[in-house]
């Protein structure tokens, strides 16, 4: 079975520090993805990877960053963490480009 | 730009009933995917059933059954003899076909459909 694990469950941070959400996949997937799930909203995209060191903007990439030193593992970067960012933070791989989409069991981020 | 719209934000069913949750989309394009994610309580969001544009066959498994209708651009959910376990958040998805460039490695997401199951 597929496994996309989160570092965190829940995480509470002060506005102004930079956060750092890894995420870490086991099956050699070559796509990985960071969504930010919000009531209402439904799922929006970060950023996604489709090799290593290449990154791609989604929908809502603003105050965000991204980094992908190996495959198996994607991080998320809050280079200065504020309110609007308190949201479920999701990642998740697929491999190829006809496969489907894994998900990690996501990452409740609180900024105070 | 692609759009997935679920019109429905919240749904009730009957233990062991039949649900439909709606889904329909909008693009200009003649290949492409859709699924159907569930995201139950416990919040990790598993695939449920897929469906491919080219394929007019509709997608079953097990309990779970699609309504593809490409021209109407509708792609309904439906779950037969429903169980408690079938609680959750679903999410209808949309991706470009596989040659489609980067576009294909995304999913657009509608906003989701909370279904409660009554004992």
């Known amino acids: 079975d597929v496994k996309v694990t989160q570092s965190s469950r829940y995480l509470v941070k002060r506005t102004g520090e930079k956060v750092f959400l890894e995420c870490v996949q086991d099956?050699?997937?070559?796509?990985m993805f960071w969504y930010r799930q919000d009531p209402g909203l439904g799922l929006r995209l970060i950023y996604f990877?489709?090799?290593?060191?290449?990154?791609e903007k989604g929908d809502i990439p603003e105050g965000y960053s991204v980094s992908r030193e190996k495959k198996e593992r994607f991080s998320l970067i809050l280079e200065s963490a504020s309110t609007n960012q308190t949201s479920m933070y999701l990642c998740?791989?697929?491999?190829?480009?006809?496969?489907?989409?894994?998900f990690g069991p996501g990452t409740r981020l609180t900024v105070l | 730009a692609q759009t997935v719209t679920q019109s429905q934000p919240e749904m009730s069913v009957q233990e062991a009933e039949t649900v439909t949750l709606s889904c329909t989309y909008d693009?200009?394009?003649?290949?492409?995917?859709l699924f159907w994610y569930k995201q139950p309580p416990s919040r990790q969001m598993i695939l449920v059933i897929r469906?491919?544009?080219?394929?007019?066959q509709n997608a079953t498994e097990n309990r779970f059954s699609v309504n593809f209708q490409k021209a109407a651009k509708s792609f309904s959910l439906k779950i037969s003899d429903s169980q408690l376990g079938d609680a959750a958040m679903y999410f209808c998805a949309y991706r470009l076909g596989a040659y489609s460039g980067a576009g294909s490695y995304q999913l657009t997401f509608g906003k989701g459909t909370k279904l409660s199951v009554i004992p």
């Open positions: 998740a791989s697929s491999p190829g480009t006809i496969g489907e989409q894994f």
């Open positions: 469906q491919e544009a080219y394929k007019q």
């Open positions: 990877s489709y090799d290593v060191k290449m990154k």
């Open positions: 693009t200009s394009e003649s290949d492409y995917y």
């Open positions: 099956m050699d997937h070559e796509n």
